[in-house]
Every structure is written in structure tokens, then in C-alpha cells.
């Protein structure tokens, strides 16, 4: 029997994070679990997609809209499940386990609980936060994303938007979103350089924006902007 998951990268100038990303999912294909990789690139201008074909991944392109390359991603996969991931998040040893143990709930989407690369007060309370936010229907996607074919085609999938697209599906998914017991370590690279408080203000103020009704394209514009 053929591994069931697919994993789906969104990726735009990425190829410094690969090689971490890449080599946590080694531990998915030992176990039987992944049965492909696919990198959905948004046109970037580094060796992302070189890097990513030599690491044996399929690589689709297309405009850079993060829910567009999703929709894209996932519209090339074969597998029965889609794991998304971020292409700075690399995945903690045992995280296959936790993804094979909810292969047996198809009727729910599985997130993984976040931890920074980053030791301190700061990163364990923004972490902290995460997680609560995600325990109340609403993980990001630096937390990953496992879900079936058949649940991601009932919720409509990802938007084509530049941004927001883990926010949506995530409402689209909500009362279906149950944690793996597993960590996804993500980069805390723009809260250094920003400032933990700063950066993280700035992420809750576009979440209400977008909640308030902003549209995705001009969140999009003011947060690469704040990047």
C-alpha cells in the first residue's frame, strides 16, 4: 500500500529554509507515511526550485498568492491526505507518529503545536498564545495543516488570496480542528528583528482587519511591507 500524504509547500525565495524543512520530513518517509512532496512556487528569483528538485519534490509555479499556490499545490497531489506546511517550519521528531495516528479521523483537520527557534520568556508566551488560539478553532499556518482529501473538497479549500488563507479555512474547518501531539518549530526570525511585542501586535491587528472585513490584498500589501 502506497503512503496516503502529500505534503504541500507554498514557497517564495525559501531556499535558505529547505534544508531544515526538508530534512524533517526524512523521518515521514522512513515510516511509510509521506507518498510525495510538492513545492507550489510563487516565481522566486533564488535556487528554491532547484533546491527543492533535488531533494525529489515535484515543483509546480504560478503567481505569488499564498492560497493560489496552495490551491495549485494541492491540485497536482495524488495523495488521500494533504499536509501544508510552511517552508520555514520544520517538524520535531515524532511528528509522524502523531500524523499516523490521525490518518484514522478523516472527518477532522489535524495542527501541529508551535514552538519558535528561539529559546526565552518571549517566544514561550507568543507560542503559548498560539497554541490557546488554535485550541479555540483557529491555528495559523506555521502550525501545519493535515486533512483529507475529502474534508479540504467539502470546505471548499483555500481561497485564492494573498493572504488570510490559513484564517479562512481554518473558519470553514471550525468545530473539525483537533491538535497532533506533535511540535512544528517555526522561525523567530521577524519577531528579532522586529521585536516579539511589536511583531506580534502587528499579526492580531491584521487578524482583526481581516476579521473586520479588510481585504486580503491590502493586508497583503501593508504585512510585506512590515516584512
Given amino acids: ?8 509547500i507554498p514557497t517564495l525565495n525559501a531556499e535558505p529554509a529547505l534544508a531544515a524543512c526538508f530534512g524533517a520530513l526524512m523521518e515521514g518517509l522512513e515510516q511509510g507515511v509521506i507518498r510525495e512532496l510538492i513545492v507550489s512556487d510563487g516565481g522566486s528569483s533564488d535556487a528554491t526550485g ?4 533535488a531533494w525529489g519534490a515535484t515543483v509546480v509555479h504560478g503567481a505569488a498568492s499564498r492560497g493560489g499556490q496552495l490551491r495549485r499545490g494541492i491540485a497536482a497531489a495524488t495523495g488521500e491526505w494533504f499536509l501544508i506546511l510552511h517552508a520555514d517550519t520544520v517538524l520535531q521528531d515524532g511528528w509522524s507518529q502523531a500524523v499516523h495516528t490521525s490518518l484514522t479521523q478523516p472527518d477532522d483537520a489535524g495542527w501541529f503545536r508551535l514552538a519558535f527557534d528561539a529559546r526565552g520568556l518571549a517566544p514561550a508566551v507568543v507560542a503559548g498564545w498560539a497554541n490557546l488560539r488554535s485550541r479555540a478553532g483557529l491555528p495559523y499556518g506555521d502550525q501545519g495543516l493535515l486533512i483529507h482529501r475529502d474534508l479540504y473538497t467539502a470546505v ?8 488570510m488563507e490559513d484564517v479562512a479555512i481554518a473558519r470553514a474547518l471550525r468545530g473539525r480542528l483537533a491538535p497532533m501531539d506533535a511540535v512544528a518549530a517555526t522561525s523567530a526570525a521577524k519577531y528579532r528583528r522586529d521585536g516579539w511585542l511589536r511583531r506580534g501586535a502587528g499579526n492580531l491587528w ?5 476579521f473586520a472585513g479588510a481585504k486580503p490584498e491590502r493586508l497583503a500589501r501593508a504585512y510585506n511591507r512590515q516584512s
Avoid at 500500500?1 to 504541500?8: D, L, N, Q, Y
Wanted: glycine share 8%; hydrophobic share 45%; no cysteine.
Fill in 50 to 53: 532547484a533546491v527543492a528538485q
Fill in 1 to 8: 500500500m502506497r503512503a496516503r500524504v502529500s505534503v504541500i
Fill in 206 to 210: 491584521t487578524l482583526i482587519r481581516y
Fill in 156 to 163: 471548499g479549500g483555500y481561497p485564492d488570496q494573498p493572504l
